[in-house]
């Protein structure tokens, strides 16, 4: 395995080009001990691809097996069984994948949690709520664990008890975004795994994101697009899940939100709905008979409070805002924001401006 | 005769030291010598007594001079030596009259012989008077901070000549009233000068902010304004400085000492009647915030004393700066130590500071271009410890086009400033004992004893530390802001209400993670 690490580890050479030389060759260990001569033969490689090689012999391919297992880090190149089958057949798929922790179970539903990263509270919300409940009933979780909609989907999936593999940009000891550590270490805490076909150590180059996105939607089933802009980097994913063949969901959202403008153009052009995770679940086969529906009127509230309440969202709304809707007083909205917020109604996502939980 | 002394005094930081100035005239080779650990601007005092005594039409004799300054260990500095230099030199040289013993000099010569204006006059009559000093001969510009203070015969000199006929009780004294003042209102009248400050009427909207500034004046807290640029956080900070409480004597004084050492009073403005607004710009230095120099002038943050402290783009500040105003924050004094000694100036302020959320100032709008890890370090800038510190937190919003056009004027800041002076007075009433003043200096025991919860409100304390994650330091400013609430409605304990519309206040310590 050592060598085939040696050889996955090679950059500059194309994927195909690869996959073609390994095949010729049978093992990597043949490339690792093939003559310069014999080298110069190979016809499908040119002059640099060839110098690449040679140069690389200079490395010595135990001490880097070693250092590798030392980590912890998987090595699974694309012909071991232990390779994702799902992932196999898309046309491009990776040479090899270092995994930390877990691949996701081949019998179990996966679902590719995407979005934007500068998302709204909006989509906070239901890539937790979505992430939750998928995870409860057993669906695992994938996605890049950017910040946004991919950290708060990890974050849903872990709250749900459930499995969450993220697939990364850069090496798999790598974390990116770096406030996200607490997440990395709760993914691999709770089974889940962390997944990159960088070899470790690679930084997070911004080059190598689009590429990670065909992994993410490689190994899942479903692709589900909880916001996204005009230009957003999820309809990437989107576009490199409809080739790879997986259905695409979007969660609708107003029409005058810049943040769902990319969503509720997937709706237009045929892309599944989502209108709960509930319903969500029972198109995928699986029944939602998990839901306790906490309605509003649950919360025992009183008349200006309902009043308040009632003018308050999932997109932030400003003090004066809210004093300007409920003709209330400063002192009287304050207090009843408060107890709201103490009693866990709504949340101050930034200074005075307030969301429903 | 051919030794005099005569008393004189200068300002070391804020403190007055009183200076013996001795001259001796004796035969010998015509020499001019002074001593006494000088600084080179007294040393300079030399040429110019000497040509200022000439050309003021008196006698100087080619004998040898020497003046000493006592005590000599003490380092001398200012110009204010000349005339008591000069006054010496005239008595010895047996010219005129010894003058009484209990009589203070200050003044600075030119070369014709008129004196000069100097700076801490009114600090240095003060203390003349504590210790026993009868009259005070001072320049003839500095004679309105002088008479402020009652019961001291006050000279005024503008040449040499007057100050020498003063000293002989020859000089026909301009009967200079020293003005009876013992309450506001007649303090108001001894000043012609009239403050012009935006009202909180003219601003359109805002309501929130305008409360809010309301009860961070009322109990004098520190104040921080977050809010898009244009939506009028300067604006608030301007008007806060026209609803502050009026000062009373005793404070004026104490402000006008400050002032006073730096020579920012005049005869038009011998007096500090109105609290200081103090608005300094981001490039400050630490030495011009909180004083500095070898024998320390006072910064900003002194001036600032008793009135506000405005901190415009905090987050624009030198981070260093910021943090050297946490302990003044606290202590409400800053002390500085030098080679030469402490000095301890008052810094008793309410800080107003305003910032914008993010660097573009739209978070959280959905047009902000900010991304989240700028908005962080953004807001990072100013340290957790220094947010600690501040008592109220709001958001001023975007002005809507509905309030522009809106005709309709709000509240006056008379109106309010009514409501904030009759806080205060209940405020001064309460802490008689304790010294204190305003709600915001509550500490230890005090906090205690006037901030009594009951049980219901001890439950949303409990609730509201646990939910909005509250520091130590968080939760005893969210009592003292509520005690000014409570007071605002003239109620005896503070209720759940209150509570609850200062949490609402309060500096919250969110960070952006998942």
Excluded at chain 1, 323 to 345: A, C, P, W
Excluded at chain 2, 7 to 18: D, H, K, P, R, T
Excluded at chain 2, 188 to 208: H, Y
Excluded at chain 2, 357 to 366: E, H, R, T, V
Aim: with cysteine; proline share 5%.
């Amino acid at each position: 395995m050592k060598y085939e690490y040696w050889f996955a580890k090679i950059q500059g050479i194309n994927l195909r080009k690869k996959i073609r030389l390994r095949q010729c060759m049978k093992t990597a260990e043949a490339i690792y001990y093939i003559e310069e001569t014999q080298l110069k033969k190979i016809e499908f490689l040119n002059e640099s691809e060839q110098d690449k090689i040679l140069k690389a012999k200079r490395q010595d391919p135990e001490k880097e097996y070693e250092s590798l297992c030392e980590k912890g880090i998987r090595f699974i190149p694309h012909f071991t069984d232990e390779y994702p089958e799902k992932l196999k057949r898309i046309s491009d798929y990776p040479y090899a994948l270092y995994v930390k922790g877990s691949l996701p179970d081949k019998a179990a539903k996966k679902a590719a949690l995407v979005g934007a990263r500068r998302c709204t509270p909006y989509g906070e919300k239901y890539a937790v709520d979505f992430g939750k409940v998928l995870a409860e009933h057993g669906v695992q979780i994938i996605s890049g664990m950017a910040r946004g909609v991919d950290g708060m989907g990890h974050r849903g999936a872990l709250l749900g008890n459930g499995k969450t593999f993220a697939v990364l940009g850069c090496g798999v000891d790598v974390c990116y975004p770096r406030e996200h550590i607490g997440l990395y270490v709760d993914i691999l805490e709770q089974g889940g795994g962390i997944i990159s076909e960088m070899p470790p150590g690679t930084p997070p180059f911004p080059q190598n994101f689009p590429a990670r996105n065909r992994i993410i939607s490689g190994l899942s089933d479903v692709v589900l697009v909880m916001e996204a802009g005009e230009k957003s980097g999820s309809l990437i994913t989107v576009d490199l899940a409809l080739e790879q063949g997986r259905e695409v969901y979007a969660l609708p959202g107003p029409v005058n939100s810049r943040m769902s403008i990319g969503c509720n153009e997937l709706i237009r052009q045929g892309a599944g709905i989502l209108l709960s995770p509930e319903m969500f679940l029972e198109e995928l086969g699986l029944s939602g008979k998990k839901t306790e529906k906490e309605g509003k009127n649950k919360k025992m509230l009183e008349t200006q409070e309902e009043l308040l309440y009632s003018c308050l969202g999932l997109y932030p709304k400003s003090v004066e805002e809210i004093l300007k809707e409920t003709k209330l007083e400063v002192r009287q909205v304050m207090e009843i924001l408060v107890s709201l917020e103490l009693r866990g109604y709504i949340r101050e996502i930034s200074k005075n401006h307030y969301i429903i939980v | 005769m051919s030794f005099s002394t005569i008393l004189s005094a200068v300002i070391e930081g804020l403190e007055v030291a009183f200076i013996h100035v001795e001259a001796d005239i004796s035969n010998g080779l015509p020499v001019f010598h002074m001593v006494g650990y000088l600084s080179s601007e007294v040393k300079e005092a030399g040429e110019r007594v000497r040509t200022a005594i000439k050309n003021s039409g008196f006698e100087y004799p080619a004998k040898r001079t020497v003046v000493n300054l006592s005590p000599a260990t003490m380092r001398k500095h200012g110009a204010s030596f000349d005339l008591p230099i000069a006054a010496a030199i005239l008595t010895a040289l047996g010219q005129i009259e010894k003058p009484e013993k209990d009589c203070l000099i200050i003044g600075e010569l030119s070369l014709g012989g008129s004196v000069k204006k100097v700076s801490g006059v009114l600090p240095i009559v003060m203390e003349a008077k504590e210790k026993g000093v009868r009259k005070c001969i001072v320049p003839s510009e500095n004679v309105t901070e002088a008479s402020l203070v009652s019961e001291m015969e006050i000279v005024g000199a503008a040449t040499l000549q007057e100050a020498v006929e003063a000293m002989q009780n020859r000089r026909k004294r301009k009967k200079i009233q020293n003005k009876e003042i013992t309450d506001c209102g007649n303090l108001r009248k001894t000043v012609q000068k009239e403050t012009k400050f935006p009202d909180f009427a003219d601003m359109k909207g805002q309501e929130f902010v305008k409360r809010a500034a309301e009860i961070a004046v009322a109990g004098g807290h520190n104040l921080l304004l977050i809010g898009p640029p244009g939506s009028g956080k300067s604006m608030t900070a301007k008007c806060i400085a026209g609803i502050l409480p009026p000062l009373d004597l005793r404070e004026s004084l104490e402000i006008t000492k400050i002032y006073s050492v730096l020579g920012l009073v005049d005869e038009k403005t011998p007096l500090i009647v109105d609290r200081p607004f103090r608005e300094v710009h981001h490039t400050a230095t630490k030495a011009a915030l909180i004083g500095g120099g070898t024998i320390p002038h006072p910064g900003e943050i002194s001036l600032a004393h008793k009135g506000v402290l405005f901190l415009d783009e905090l987050p624009e500040f030198r981070r260093d700066t910021l943090e050297v105003l946490r302990q003044p924050l606290e202590e409400r004094y800053v002390n500085l130590s030098r080679t030469y000694g402490n000095y301890t100036f008052p810094a008793n302020f309410m800080l107003v500071a305003a910032m914008n959320p993010c660097p573009c100032g739209c978070f959280p709008n959905a047009n902000c271009t900010c991304t989240p890890l700028q908005i962080q370090a953004y807001q990072n800038r100013i340290s957790r410890p220094f947010l600690d510190r501040i008592d109220l937190c709001v958001e001023a919003s975007q002005v809507k086009y509905e309030h522009l056009s809106d005709e309709q004027k709000g509240e006056s800041s008379k109106e309010i400033r009514k409501r904030i002076c009759r806080v205060r007075e209940m405020q001064r009433i309460r802490y008689k004992e304790t010294g204190n003043l305003t709600n915001a200096m509550l500490e230890g025991d005090a906090l205690n004893k006037y901030c009594k919860l009951g049980t219901k409100e001890k439950k949303v304390m409990e609730q509201a530390f646990s939910v909005m994650n509250l520091t130590a330091r968080g939760y005893s400013r969210i009592l003292k802001t509520a005690r000014t609430i409570a007071d605002l409605e003239e109620s005896d304990a503070i209720k759940v209400k209150h509570l609850q519309e200062a949490l609402g206040y309060r500096m919250d310590n969110r960070k952006y993670t998942v």
